[in-house]
Structure formats: C-alpha cells, structure tokens
C-alpha cells in the first residue's frame, strides 16, 4: 500500500467560505490549475525542506490532510504551514484517504460496505469529513479533494459496484459544499471504474509507467477529463536530494486542480551524478559524473508481473528534461543494482520484454569492447547490471551449463582425490 493521509469536514459551504476567506491561507491559496512536476510524501516535508527543494524541478506536493486510513503522522500540517509553503510559491494537491474498497487486499484497512446505498452514504460522509479538514487548514472553498482509493480486486463486481456509489456520494457532496471532486486511485481499478459513472471533477491516476505525462494510459481514454484535469503518479516511492534535503516521494507529472499559484520552474541542470530507487526495495540506478551531457530524467519501474521467463524485472528509462523525449544511449554506464533474490538466477537485459539477451561480465563496470551491457556478481547474490542502453534488466533461471574448465588435472594423494583447474 502506498503512503496515506486524512481530511475532515462537517459545515456547510457558507461555513467553509467564512472561515477560508478570513485567513490569510485563503488570500494566497486559491484552487487554480497547474501544469509541470509535483511529488508526495508519506508526512509534510518541513518548511526548511521545502525550502532546500526549491532547487528541485518541483512545485507542486501532495498533502495527506485526513481520512480513516491516514498512514503517517502530519506535525507540519498546520494552517501557518500552509500559508507559508504557497507564499514559498508551491500549489498544493489535498489527498484524503478514507474507507477502502470493500475487496482490497490489506487486512489492515478499514473498509466500504458491500451495500451500494450504504457506500453512497459513507462517501457523503467522507466528504464533509475531508471538506472539514480542508477548512481547518485553511484551504479556500473550491479546493480540490483528492479522495485517495487505492487499487482493488477488477474481477468483483459488487466491490466495483460499491466504490462506483462511493465516488457518488463523495462527487456530489463535495460539489454541494462548493468543492473540486477529485479521486486518486489505480489507473487498472479505481479510475478504470469510474470511466462510466458520473465523473470526479479530477482524476489522479497511479500508473508506475515512468511516463511523466497524463495522456497516453492504456487503461484510460484520452477523450475522459481531457481539460487540465489530470495528475498522473508515474514512479513510486524512492529517495531523491534537492538542495542538501533527501526526501522519500512518489514522482507525479500535474495537469489538473491545485492549491496556489505555482508557475514551473525552468529544467534542473544536468546531472553530474545520482541515484534512483525502484519503489519496490529491489532495485536502484545510479550514475558517475559525464554519464549525461544534457539534463535528464531517470525512472527505474517494477514490472508487475514480469515478462517470462523474468522472475523480476525493471523498466529502465532515461528522457529528457521534459520527461516525454526519449534518450537512446548515453556516453557511460549506469549502473542497475539487483538485490540478492536467491540462487538458480541471472542478470539479463531486453528491449522489448520479449527477447532476453544473457550477458557477458564487467570487471569493474567495465563493459566489454562491442557490447552495450554487461554485469558483475556480487558475493551477496546481487547483481550490478552496467547499461548503456534503456530497456528491461532483469533475473531469468540460469540455464547456461559452466564452461568447460581449463588446465583440468587430478592426483590421488592418501586415499583421497585431489581435482584443480585454472581459474
């Protein structure tokens, strides 16, 4: 399960304007549309965060502001918080992360009724629960409330069925309290489910594609929320540092309803070195100085489920500094780390998830002449994939038998045999 957060809310939207309009969070927030990169963590960064990721190519964050299924503690959440950080010139995406669907596979969270009348009701309630969190922060009437439904079973149909009144419930109230009716969810489940219903305002689609864009998704129709209504999550949680500051986020492209009035900033310059996460744990890309001659983005996704015969695989894509052109090939190797997964396995690299070429050996990252991509194994049982190339690395079953050993002698010495080879 991703990271999550909560939002509460039980006033009218007379109430909601008088208390907002009075603030002076309300006089420099306002819901707007913002277009460029955004992120969220699992807590509000601090204001000395905030400011150090001013360097960063980000101005828009997500904050987890309530719901019965927030993750992490909010100390920073505070209404000063919240006119300081869009003074800084940051936007804001308000998630909420309430009731689940009722077939989600986490034990651990607090669930949707079954009844499609009962989860009607409950999405009503969610509302006024978010819209009062939003209040309290200060956040101007016609914000923007992402319900955050995370990804479900596609095959129940009365699980579909109860988040589709859900969403109902929740679009509706909103819109009577004077609110934007957004939902995060799962491009393959929660978003997919609501192509038919009567839509949220917004739609924050999960689809850890690398794609920092918000068109294209196989699962979504370009025709739906076509008109700046679209974030798009494109990488899972992993560390990036800006300014000195390391924070854990997922990395989203925004085209749709934010908080504040945030104008992007021009493209980070290139990179000299760093480092990227899979989201998943297993996984990290990392490059040396002179590895890019222009700026770049680097994404390393997890396929789920992997191309066979893969036991495990990412996606390993390097565009430029619009996240949208991609880059061939590049001067130096990155280096793909491959957590130890147990024996029996090799590294191998594909470009199209179809053809697994099995590879030679790098000692010390140093790719063989005539090859793009090569390998070193650890005494751990990881494996350091040298790539200088995109496409998939990945383990496959070690089916190539040992080469046949060279300068092969044996002698019997006191009743025992004695075998060498050479190196």
């Known amino acids: 399960m991703r990271r999550v957060a909560v939002l509460v809310l039980a006033c009218a939207a007379a109430c909601a304007f008088a208390v907002t309009n009075g603030s002076a969070a309300a006089r420099l927030a306002r819901a707007s549309v913002y277009t460029g990169y955004g992120f969220d963590a699992c807590s509000a960064p601090s204001l000395n965060a905030l400011a150090a990721w001013q360097a960063s190519p980000y101005r828009s964050f997500g904050i ?17 918080w919240v006119t300081t950080v869009v003074s800084q010139g940051w936007s804001l995406m308000p998630l909420y992360v309430g009731l689940q669907a009722p077939c989600v596979s986490a034990s651990s969270l607090k669930k949707l009724s079954t009844s499609a009348g009962t989860a009607t009701n409950q999405g009503v309630a969610a509302a006024k629960d978010a819209a009062s969190e939003a209040v309290a922060l200060g956040l101007p009437g016609d914000s923007p409330l992402y319900f955050d439904m995370e990804g479900y079973s596609t095959t129940n149909k009365a699980c579909t069925q109860a988040v ?44 850890w594609n690398g794609v920092a864009g918000v068109f294209g998704d196989k699962y979504v129709p370009d025709s739906l929320w076509p008109n700046h209504q679209r974030i798009h ?106 957590n130890a997964q147990g024996s029996g396995v090799m590294p191998a690299f594909s470009t199209d998830g179809t053809t697994w070429q099995p590879l030679t050996r790098a000692p010390g990252g140093q790719i063989s002449s005539g090859h793009d991509v090569g390998y070193v194994a650890n005494a751990d049982g ?42």
């Open 64 to 80: 987890y502001i309530g719901g019965a299924n927030r993750a992490c503690n909010q100390p920073n959440l505070t209404p000063p």
């Open 164 to 207: 589709q009144a859900f969403v109902g419930g929740w679009n509706d109230e909103l819109h009577a309290l004077g609110f934007t009716a957004g939902v995060y969810g799962s491009a393959g489940s929660t978003i997919r489910d609501l192509e038919s219903t009567s839509s949220p305002d917004d739609v924050w689609i999960a689809n």
């Open 233 to 338: 999550q494109y990488k899972g949680g992993h560390k990036e540092t800006w300014g000195g500051v390391t924070i854990n986020i997922d990395n989203n492209y925004v085209d749709g309803a934010v908080v504040g009035t945030a104008v992007a900033p021009p493209p980070p310059p290139p990179p000299t070195e760093g480092s990227v996460g899979s989201g998943d744990s297993l996984a990290s890309a990392s490059w040396q100085s002179g590895t890019f001659t222009d700026a770049v983005v680097v994404t390393l996704t997890p396929q789920a489920p992997p191309p066979a015969p893969a036991t495990y695989a990412v996606k390993l894509m390097v565009t430029g500094a619009d996240g949208v052109t991609p880059i061939a090939s590049w001067p130096l190797p990155v280096d793909v780390h491959l």
């Open 382 to 423: 990881s494996f350091d994939v040298y790539t200088r190339l995109p496409g998939l690395v990945g383990l496959v079953p070690d089916t190539l038998p040992p080469a046949q050993p060279q300068g092969f002698t044996g002698r019997f010495l006191k009743g025992q045999l004695a075998l060498s080879w050479l190196a």
